[in-house]
């Protein structure tokens, strides 16, 4: 019995994806001349018309680009039209489950390892309340860490502040990137991310004496090129200071769900924080050793604060990470997430890098 359903569902898995390998080939034949000419003609049309190809057909992606010039959209408005029709990107099998509605990937899963299973010879199913272990109502259906009791600060990493020699410099490709309970955009510096600038410049400056500068420039002003603006304007201080110990281009993610992007320290809650490396930039092993540094400390120090790395191939002009070996981009947050937790996280940043840079190494 067990293997004639364990046939039955390898059949069934085999029709379905057969289904939707015709149904790709009769559209890409349908559209090629579409993807060529965008392929073609991309330096002289908006990114705009690719990104609705690509967001209309979550299970197609149109390839005759170069994945520099998109990646920069990938963090925001992807995520966000994606998760209106409820599509994860992340997790492959829910795409495949939502392209065909026959294809129950969980189930499947379940009868298969089930089946497999001759432990699972069973005559009679009787299940007495004693032998249910009942979970408390208020956790069942949260996702979020459990409070951590963890010291914020350390006062033996603070030294006398210099600020003729800023060791940090702090910048935003995209400015506007803002918290609840604004909307995904805010062109107020005291609601966006450059508020997380402000306030990781007061942790580090008052409590290690750490000079900073957070520069609050707008270069979203025309979306597309944010990172060249951006990065014309750090070739201006790294003529002026010649390098920083570290360059953070800080960011606030896009995500659907708040606990996936949060954590409870000491009773409040503050937003995680995620770094975006891009592998082929020439720097990229100098750049990783300050990353790695910093996620190693993170990890010891304030559990599940930092969310890792998320790894690309080029980005955008590498996210400017190519000029200088101790560049990173920094996200803070999401946009579910409220600007107190995303400024509540500051101080822990704070001390993370202050333990890098002031520590004993």
Known sequence: MNKKLICKNKVIVKISVLALLINLFIFMNSFKNVSLNASKNYDKTNMSYIQLMNYSIPSLKVVNYKEENTDENNYSLKNLLLQVIGIDIYHPKNVISKELACFRWDELE???????????????????????????????????????VVNVYNPSLKKKLDESKPEVLIYHSHTFESYKPCKDDSSDPTQNVCAVGDELV???????????????????????????????????????????????DMHRDSTPCANDTTVELNGENVSKFMFVMPRKNPHYNKNMIIVNGLISITDKLFPKLCSGIYGCDYGINFYNQGKSNNAFLLEVGSNVNTLNEAEGSAKYIARVIAEYLNGKK
């Open 110 to 148: 379940e009868n298969l390892a089930y089946n497999n299973d001759t432990s699972n010879s069973v005559d009679n199913f009787d299940l007495k309340d004693i032998d249910i272990s009942k979970i408390p109502s208020d956790s069942s259906n949260s996702s979020k860490s459990k409070n951590t």
């Open 202 to 248: 007061k942790e580090l400056e008052q409590n290690y004496g750490i000079a900073t500068i957070n520069d609050k420039t707008v270069n979203c002003a025309d979306y597309n090129k944010s990172y060249t603006r951006s990065g014309e304007l750090l070739d201006k201080y790294l003529k002026k200071y010649g390098d920083f110990k570290m360059i953070i």
